[in-house]
T-cell receptor, first 113, second 113 residues
């Protein structure tokens, strides 16, 4: 089955700086890669996603890049703000596996004012 | 607003006492998922429904059961909760097509005494 590894496990940045989280996946059949943000005591919220036919996607301060050959994808947050502090999960899925999400281990991001 | 609702948000039960968690959705999505998330870990899929078709994960203990009486509602039954079952339980939904996005509820925090 699919295996997703996520790094780093914790990330501390100064407000206004950029944050980058990286994930690798093992199954070349995976074709959908969402990123979720989870605040304390809440359910994960989708912040951005990318499909395997696209190399990069951007939404305001958030961008995701995908390298299918290397089987890795990254989340980039620019101009970080204290409200970006949360746990971020990457995930991978593909239709033949029932679209089941395989999650990375999570990254705890702390944005220091 | 269309959404995924979980009740209760916090549930306390005693060791061995059956407990039922509920999930409802106003999104009219075909697919519903139950995840278990332990502290500082990624969500782990327990099972999912595609309409009324139940799909159990191979490593989900028999102690966990589920019911989906209609499109809107799905229940998670824990027949004999153990201390190791204390966790956040997340419900998620997904339409059959065209998106692969899963929408998560806020979760139910289960405590086992």
């Amino acid at each position: 089955g699919e295996n997703v590894e996520q790094h780093p496990s914790t990330l501390s940045v100064q407000e206004g700086d950029s944050a980058v989280i990286k994930c690798t996946y093992s199954d070349s059949a995976s074709n959908y890669f969402p990123w979720y943000k989870q605040e304390l005591g809440k359910g994960p919220q989708l912040i951005i996603d990318i499909r395997s036919n696209v190399g990069e996607k951007k939404d305001q301060r958030i961008a995701v890049t995908l390298n299918k050959t290397a089987k890795h994808f990254s989340l980039h947050i620019t101009e970080t703000q204290p409200e970006d502090s949360a746990v971020y999960f990457c995930a991978a899925s593909y239709k033949a596996a029932g679209n089941k999400l395989t999650f990375g281990g999570g990254t705890r991001v702390l944005v220091k004012p | 607003d269309a959404m995924v609702i979980q009740n209760p948000r916090y549930q306390v039960t005693q060791f061995g006492k059956p407990v039922t968690l509920s999930c409802s959705q106003t999104l009219n999505h075909n697919v519903m998922y139950w995840y278990q998330q332990k502290s500082s870990q990624a969500p782990k899929l327990l099972f999912h429904y595609y309409d009324k078709d139940f799909n159990n994960e191979a490593d989900t203990p028999d102690n966990f059961q589920s019911r989906r009486p209609n499109t809107s509602f799905c229940f998670l039954d824990i027949r004999s909760p153990g201390l190791g079952d204390a966790a956040m339980y997340l419900c998620a939904t997904k339409p059959d097509r065209p998106t692969d996005t899963q929408y998560f509820g806020p979760g139910t925090r289960l405590t086992v005494l």
